[in-house]
């Protein structure tokens, strides 16, 4: 099937945390961008462009919005959904109180489809097109997210959480049972249609020696395959840790020693990471995921991302909204956040950064960026489009906007899923927001 949007489309070539911002930002004005059996097949001038379209070809015409790829979330627990918003914890009380509590009705079938429903339903509402995400301790909680989003053809990234320890009993796997039930979902859903498995410790906490040398034979078995965490997102959290594994030097170190620091390895938070673990992570290719909404709503506190792109020991690093501890599904929320924790630490974020993180950054730390998070031809055709004047005050202030980058800083301070006009995955339209 063929289908193109037609519009200003700006994607990334390069890091504008380590390049010129002109050198890295790819922006056409009145472009086309042709579909075709799920790729880009054409991206250029409109002018240039449709005179080669078969005459019977509908364009969806974008004036006054921007087409982006789409949205690429690093770390989120889908089964969360439902418990966002969950007042007054931090980290390891939250966890006991709700997440425990909300995980356990996962054990029901019907309950984890309907929650994959919604929630994928949600996320292209916010044109985020790909993720990676944590589901619960039972095998078919990410049997039903996957199921879910082959419906929509979503490339998407998920795994089983594994934990033998310090959780609710029925929430709790075994050394050996973490493996068998990940190894078979691994053969079932990696690779099936856009498929990814993602090997899944919840966090060196709940994982016992014996899982997490279980789990690194496992990554060993796939070395291709991505792995997902949690890393030093909280003080008592790395005190645990530090009391746990008294024979590590650091936390990073916990996860190195059973193979689960390398490329494709995609850590939550490190906020409060030491050089060495930076420097750990900088040698693995091993990335991070930034999840400021997250970070502010658990008062876990502020990463400081340039510590962490830039320089010599500069690691990927994507974003994450982390629900049900974050606080938002849109990612022009999850940047405002970014912007927010930036400027704790003295230098603001730009624009062009905050759309890099949440596009081909985020695909560059889960490893994806030959198929996803940029526009250009043979890329896989997942986009979002946005609408630069989707409320009342978008459309006044849209009115002072300057230029591109001015445009997207404000798109990115006071904009959310009404920003959103439609969402496209694989070439076709999977959502239109309602015009009124
Ligand atoms: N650390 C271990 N599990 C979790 C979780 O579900 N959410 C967050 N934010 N941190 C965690
Ligand atoms: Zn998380």
């Given at each position: 099937m063929k289908t193109a949007v037609r519009g200003d489309v700006l994607s990334f070539r390069g890091n504008p945390f380590r390049e010129a911002e002109r050198d890295c930002l790819a922006f056409q004005r009145d472009a086309l961008v042709v579909m075709e059996n799920g790729r880009i097949a054409a991206c250029g001038p409109a002018v240039e462009l449709l005179p080669t379209l078969p005459a019977d070809l509908a364009v969806a015409h974008y004036p006054d919005h921007l087409i982006l790829p789409g949205f690429i979330d690093c770390h989120v627990h889908y089964p969360q959904t439902e418990m966002m918003a969950a007042y007054g914890e931090q980290l390891l009380d939250w966890l006991h109180h709700y997440t425990f509590v909300t995980e356990q009705g996962f054990a029901d079938e019907a309950h984890a489809r309907d929650v994959a429903r919604v929630f994928l339903d949600e996320q292209l509402r916010n044109g985020v097109t790909t993720a990676c995400v944590f589901g619960t301790v039972h095998a078919a909680s990410v049997d039903a997210l996957f199921e879910a989003?082959?419906?929509?053809?979503?490339?998407?990234?998920?795994?089983?959480?594994?934990?033998?320890?310090?959780?609710?009993?029925?929430?709790?796997?075994?050394?050996?049972?973490?493996?068998?039930?990940?190894?078979?979902?691994?053969?079932?859903?990696?690779?099936?249609?856009r498929a990814e498995y993602v090997i899944t410790p919840r966090f060196a906490p709940t994982s016992s020696h014996g899982q997490l040398e279980m789990l690194g034979a496992l990554a060993a078995e796939f070395p291709d395959v991505a792995i997902q965490s949690h890393i030093s997102e909280n003080l008592d959290e790395i005190a645990w840790v530090k009391q746990l594994f008294p024979g590590c030097r650091d936390y990073a170190s916990v996860y190195q020693r059973y193979g689960l620091l390398r490329p494709r390895a995609v850590y939550g938070h490190g906020i409060h990471l030491s050089d060495e673990e930076l420097q750990a992570f900088h040698d693995s290719g091993a990335s991070l995921a930034h999840c400021p909404t997250s970070n502010f709503f658990l008062g876990s506190g502020c990463l400081n991302l340039r510590r962490c792109v830039e320089g010599e020991r500069a690691i990927p690093v994507g974003l994450g909204t982390d629900l049900g501890a974050g606080t938002s599904f849109s990612m022009l929320q999850t940047m405002n956040a970014a912007y927010m924790a930036a400027q704790s630490h003295g230098k603001p974020l730009s624009a062009a950064q905050a759309f890099y993180l949440a596009t081909r950054g985020g695909a560059e730390a889960l490893g994806i960026a030959d198929k996803v998070g940029s526009i250009a031809v043979g890329m896989e055709a997942d986009l979002a489009v946005l609408n630069l004047r989707s409320t009342p005050l978008l459309d006044f202030r849209m009115r002072y906007a300057r230029d591109l980058s001015e445009a997207l800083f404000v798109q990115m301070m006071l904009g959310d899923d009404r920003a959103v006009a439609a969402t496209y995955v694989a070439g076709s339209p999977v959502y239109r927001r309602a015009t009124a």
């Open positions: 989003a082959a419906g929509h053809n979503l490339r998407i990234l998920a795994g089983k959480v594994c934990m033998d320890r310090h959780a609710p009993p029925a929430l709790l796997d075994t050394p050996l049972t973490a493996y068998e039930q990940s190894r078979a979902l691994i053969q079932r859903w990696h690779g099936k249609g």
